[in-house]
């Protein structure tokens, strides 16, 4: 371990200060970091391997910055964006909030600070939180950041790859807790092959251990000052692609309901339906694993079923969408792609998840078709005492 007591920096002016074990003060200067204006200073303290960060709004909070060998040892619980907004109106007096769920709230809260628990964040409330702006934005985000400790949830899409490439065999291993969730730089996005550091400062000027702690530390500060930034920001291109996504599924279930034959092949076709929304990912799958076509057309013929029903995140994702295809009332939104792939995702590797109503109905619902998986909840009420139990 380095001999450094702490790392101050303070992003408006790009000062950093090392404190050594021995007294000595190292100073120096990274530059300004367009964007980073809602960190006043950050310090990281080694003897506890966190950040404590001070905001320009006054809020201090803590962030965990962890190793490559940190593993989850406590209960991780999933939080769908409207608990965390009743976190936050518990958090800042909201007369919106009833008593009792002050009491809940309370409560979670005096678990995560005796980090007795783990409330991650997603790319689902990040996408969730982007849409608002000002004061509506910055309450929330805050208390996000300050109970989720730096803590995240991987990107669906990684754990799909991750799912379909044990499937097939080029995975040894199978995808665990503490790959999902994680304190690693950029879990939160699909892939980072567009974050790397710049070239000049891959020159090998400082240890790799010192260069993955300033990784961890210039992560923490990016993620917090991404959800905190009070600038609303919609991707229309994203917005467009999850609209033709729902109103796909929705086409499906009103043609199923109206001809008498797909009914009798029900089953099938939502398995087609739901394979192909990652056909791609899924033929990359078999051919990193060396499969031939011969091989995976025999697969897709006789075994997709049931090898994709016997995969945590993506047997969900299959029955979910049969179910949802089975009812033609219930009408699809451009919001439930986010909805269906991270609570999805959650509910095969949390131990604990607080979701939205109509949703978690429907994964109560595949409960016995899949693995198990977290305990699943529509109330924070009805949720508290399986997470007192599972922290004590």
């Known amino acids: 371990m380095f001999p450094i007591a702490a790392i101050?920096?303070?992003?408006?002016?790009?000062?950093?200060?090392?404190?050594?074990?021995d007294g000595q003060t190292v100073r120096g200067n990274t530059g300004t970091t367009r964007g980073h204006d809602s960190i006043r200073e950050s310090v990281f303290v080694p003897r506890t391997s966190s950040l404590e960060v001070e905001l320009?709004?006054?809020?201090?909070?803590?962030?965990?910055?962890?190793?490559?060998?940190?593993?989850?040892?406590?209960?991780?619980?999933?939080?769908?964006?409207?608990?965390?907004?009743?976190?936050?109106?518990?958090?800042?007096?909201?007369?919106?909030i009833s008593e009792e769920r002050v009491r809940v709230c309370r409560r979670i809260t005096e678990l995560v600070e005796a980090r007795q628990i783990i409330l991650p964040v997603s790319g689902a409330h990040l996408v969730e939180i982007a849409k608002n702006a000002g004061r509506q934005r910055r309450d929330v985000a805050q208390v996000m950041m300050?109970?989720?400790?730096?803590?995240?949830?991987?990107?669906?899409?990684?754990?799909?790859?991750?799912?379909?490439?044990?499937?097939?065999?080029?995975?040894?291993?199978?995808?665990?807790?503490?790959?999902?969730?994680?304190?690693?730089?950029?879990?939160?996005?699909?892939?980072?092959?567009?974050?790397?550091?710049?070239?000049?400062?891959?020159?090998?000027?400082?240890?790799?251990?010192?260069?993955?702690?300033?990784?961890?530390?210039?992560?923490?500060?990016?993620?917090?000052?991404?959800?905190?930034?009070?600038?609303?920001?919609v991707s229309d291109i994203?917005?467009?692609?999850?609209?033709?996504?729902?109103?796909?599924?929705?086409?499906?279930?009103?043609?199923?309901?109206?001809?008498?034959?797909?009914?009798?092949?029900?089953?099938?076709?939502?398995?087609?339906?739901?394979?192909?929304?990652?056909?791609?990912?899924?033929?990359?799958?078999?051919?990193?694993?060396?499969?031939?076509?011969?091989e995976f057309q025999q697969w897709w013929s006789l075994r997709a079923e049931n090898d994709i029903s016997a995969v945590p995140m993506l047997g969900r994702f299959r029955e979910l969408v049969h179910l949802r295809v089975s009812n033609a009332d219930d009408k699809w939104h451009r919001n439930d792609l986010n909805d269906t792939l991270f609570l999805c995702t959650a509910g095969a590797y949390a131990d604990i998840v607080v979701g939205e109503k109509k949703m978690t109905s429907y994964l109560m619902r595949v409960q016995g078709k899949v693995p198990d998986g977290a305990r699943l909840f529509r109330r924070l009420e009805d949720a508290l005492p399986t997470i007192e139990a599972a922290a004590a």
């Open 238 to 294: 994203g917005t467009e692609r999850a609209e033709k996504w729902a109103n796909s599924f929705q086409e499906l279930a009103i043609h199923v309901r109206n001809t008498p034959q797909a009914r009798q092949h029900l089953r099938g076709m939502t398995r087609v339906r739901a394979l192909n929304d990652f056909i791609q990912d899924i033929a990359q799958a078999a051919l990193v694993a060396g499969w031939s076509t011969e």
């Open 56 to 96: 320009t709004s006054g809020i201090t909070l803590t962030m965990e910055i962890g190793t490559l060998l940190a593993t989850v040892e406590r209960p991780v619980v999933y939080l769908d964006q409207n608990h965390w907004i009743d976190l936050a109106r518990y958090c800042i007096g909201s007369s919106q």
């Open 8 to 21: 101050k920096h303070i992003p408006a002016t790009g000062q950093v200060e090392i404190t050594r074990t």
């Open 146 to 233: 300050k109970y989720s400790q730096g803590w995240q949830m991987i990107s669906p899409l990684r754990a799909r790859a991750h799912e379909l490439l044990h499937l097939f065999g080029a995975e040894p291993a199978a995808l665990g807790k503490s790959q999902v969730f994680t304190l690693n730089p950029h879990a939160l996005w699909a892939d980072d092959r567009n974050r790397q550091r710049p070239a000049d400062c891959l020159d090998g000027s400082l240890p790799a251990e010192l260069q993955g702690l300033l990784d961890r530390i210039t992560w923490a500060e990016a993620l917090l000052e991404t959800f905190v930034d009070p600038e609303p920001t």
